[in-house]
């Protein structure tokens, strides 16, 4: 089992950005993809954003296309969310988790409140 700890969350006035980071003990053959997820106050878990490991490719849920970004490090334990024009319905606790199949491993999340 993998552990995940999340980092770079609090409280932030809207606008400008973000980066969240998510440090794992250790990665496998058989890790396909990180993701990131995202729980809001009153609603669901969501998907937020992922990245496939083999070709470094990424998916974001269709209301942060354009705002939020994985980038593409050297480090291959450490992966990254980075929210721009932060905006208060990004408030939420983000947590990142690892697929290996499905969704295996979590990490206790980060809060993000963002002020307007």
């Known amino acids: 089992q993998v552990q995940l700890v999340e980092s770079g969350g609090g409280l932030v006035p809207a606008g400008g950005s973000l980066r969240l980071s998510c440090s794992a003990s250790?990665?496998?053959?058989?890790?396909?993809?990180m993701g990131w997820f995202h729980q809001a106050p009153g609603k669901e878990h969501e998907f937020v954003a992922r990245?496939?490991?083999?070709?470094?490719?990424?998916l974001y849920k269709d209301s942060v296309k354009g705002r939020f970004t994985i980038p593409r490090v050297k480090d291959n334990n450490t992966t990254y969310l980075q929210i721009n024009n932060r905006k208060p319905e990004d408030t939420a606790v983000y947590y990142c988790?690892?697929?290996?199949?499905?969704?295996?491993?979590w990490g206790r999340g980060t809060q993000v409140t963002v002020s307007s």
């Open positions: 988790a690892a697929f290996r199949g499905s969704w295996d491993d």
């Open positions: 250790a990665r496998t053959d058989n890790d396909y993809a």
């Open positions: 990245i496939m490991w083999s070709d470094g490719s990424t």
